[in-house]
């Protein structure tokens, strides 16, 4: 089978899965309006999705993640289980009315978005050495990791702000991942330069306890096979399904980790708590248990499920926003401080040098009084945009804030990126998407429309012009000579051409 990025989903296929859904949630008695506006939420997410062009473009990858990862792939779950949707929850109609408000929002920002970038063919160059250019990501990540524990990236400092700005592994992992496809005619998916980046990322989302790195090099892999129509193969399944098997691990190394790590520890010290709980994963598994336990009771309600689920309830944000829209909904509302700070955080240090930190999750778990000891101000807590917008200013956050950034943020992304088809620099944006569409406040999505684009547009221009230099200054430049006058992408799947002796001239007429 091959793989591709899907451009479309079937709205029949689609009306028939959540008239399924709706009826077997009354079976299970889940309230009524909060079915009908779930079923709402996914016919919408579904139309936004094909009117953005689907992953051809950024803002069509961005509708399908939102809309997966905010509640479809958990309440779906909950079914499965037997419960009801809007059970375990403090505000479940508030949840779901503002969810279907946010993606109809979501679906006029793409038309509109559409009308201004939808003939956009991107910053594309018309070649690109992918192993060449992997090879210089791979050295400069390596050479930034080495400065950055020198502690050289103060405020500041020029890197600091290539801390900000680049993403030299993802690419890594992405350009060598392509490179290895367009070298051995779609034989291998993995080189030397795509495997050494996978496994640094996947050792360094373990050692700091985070998902995102932990999920990053499979999802850079996904996307960059489907850029290039890879055919999968026995083993590759084989691969996908024990990756998927071994998954369960990450919610107990993520609990067990963050208790008993220092943010201030080493990397033998993180090193020796991984081994230990990979060791032990039964009382690792015990820990996680706890650690949902209490985090659910400071809001007054249990885990959104009866009993943990582990990863599946880390890939939705739907209960955690549940506490946060209760909290709001009391007429605690915050203004649009963070907001302002957001932007306020873009002035270089030496022109404001107090410049505000931008509120997060953390701060708002504070606010909400969460399980965060008073002196915890370094816990990463994640809530969707939706979350703060509505904290922010209520139905207009949702109706009028949100949307604008999203606006921004799209308008500029597919102008860069152009079709994700022809060109591979939008497919990075994919992957920070498969966390922040999602899991990330309206910080992060401002963040993204400034110094994500600035960073992309670096990348493109390091990529083309850079990388490639400095990959040939370690390997050597001839053995890829063939590559770099290629076509950008492949316009066909990689297969070969039916032998000559099969092709039979036509009879005379």
Known sequence: MRIQLPTRISTTKTLIFASGLFCVQQLEHTDLLFSLLFFA????????FNAGGGFSRVSGAYVFLFTVLTCVLGVTWKAVLGEPANSNLLVPQLDMAIYAASNFMLLL?????????????????????YSLAALGCLILGLIQNVLNALGLASPGSALSIANQLSQFFPLAIILGTIGAMRDSGGRRSINFVSGLSMTLVLLGGMLAFSKQGIFTPIACWIVAAAFCKFNLRPVHYIVLIAFAVSSYIVAPLIAAGRVHVSENAGYAERAAVVYGILTHLGQA???EVETQANAAAFAGKSGYYNQPQGLIERLSILSADDSLFNYTAKGNYIGYRPIIEDYENFIPHFILPDKPVPIGGNYYAHEIGGILADADDS???????????FHVDGWVGIFFLMPLIWLSLFASLDHICGDLRRSPWGLLMVVLFAHAAAESLLASLIWMSVFGNLGLVLAIAFCTRFAPVVGALFYGGNRFAEQASAP???AEPLVAPPPAAYMRPRPPR
């Open 41 to 48: 939420f996914v016919m919408i997410g579904v139309i936004a």
């Open 285 to 287: 598994k015990q820990a």
């Open 488 to 490: 950008m992408a492949y």
């Open 379 to 389: 816990t990463g807590i994640s809530f969707s945009p939706m979350g703060e917008a």
């Open 109 to 129: 920002v793409i038309l509109l978005n559409k009308r201004l970038t939808g003939r956009s063919q991107g910053l594309a160059p018309g070649d690109l050495t």
